[in-house]
């Protein structure tokens, strides 16, 4: 069933410099930087709800709620992407450039 309110997200002064550092690099992938101004969207002094907030970032209000339930859980390493299920990769991509090359050079001189 979905919650009306989410929970009330308060951040220290300490987590809240580090998002905003997150924020501003320009090598933090660009969806950490979305869940890190998605939490201090939450973190405001108006309180906002799920809704407000999907508004104001133009997201979906699960998105927002899923995200905020994550960082109150776990706190900013809450925020990395969690592992993808499925098998892992058997080789590595270095192997598979050279079996590339070496399919090319096969075909050059046939």
């Not at 939490?39 to 799920?50: E, K, S």
Request: hydrophobic share 35%; with cysteine.
């Amino acid at each position: 069933m979905p919650r009306p309110f989410g929970s009330a997200v308060l951040l220290s002064e300490q987590d809240r410099q580090q998002l905003h550092s997150l924020v501003r690099a320009r090598s933090t992938p660009q969806a950490l930087a979305f869940r890190c101004r998605l939490i201090l969207r939450a973190a405001a002094a108006d309180r906002p709800n799920n809704q407000r907030i999907a508004a104001d970032l133009d997201c979906d209000r699960h998105t927002v709620g899923l995200w905020r339930e994550r960082f109150v859980a776990a706190g900013i390493a809450g925020l990395q992407d969690a592992p993808r299920s499925g098998r892992p990769r058997s080789f590595s991509p270095r192997r598979a450039d050279r079996r590339h090359h070496a399919g090319q050079q096969q075909h050059r001189r046939a």
